[in-house]
């Protein structure tokens, strides 16, 4: 039942990160939807710098703040 992706830059996670970031998505997820662990799927997708505006901010973001939880507040670096 709940499926979480995670979009985001490139980057190299070792197995045990990949573990523990699922272990905390995965502790949150069932306590806020009242199901348990082997319900939820997570995801990870890296996606290109380059390709962000395209691929996620316009699509994903861009004119869906209904569905947002959380919008972003990008920083200029």
């Known amino acids: 039942m709940p499926h979480v992706t ?6 190299d996670f070792a197995d045990e990160q ?3 970031l699922a272990e905390a998505i ?3 997820v069932t306590e806020h939807f009242g199901t348990y ?3 939820v799927s997570i995801a990870l997708e890296p996606v290109p710098a380059h ?3 395209e691929r996620v ?3 994903e973001i861009v004119g869906r703040q209904q569905s947002l939880i959380k919008e972003p507040n990008y920083r200029n670096n």
């Open 6 to 11: 995670i979009k985001h830059f490139p980057k």
């Open 18 to 20: 990949k573990w523990q």
């Open 26 to 28: 995965t502790r949150v």
């Open 37 to 39: 662990d082997g319900a």
């Open 51 to 53: 390709d962000w505006t």
């Open 57 to 59: 901010y316009e699509p």
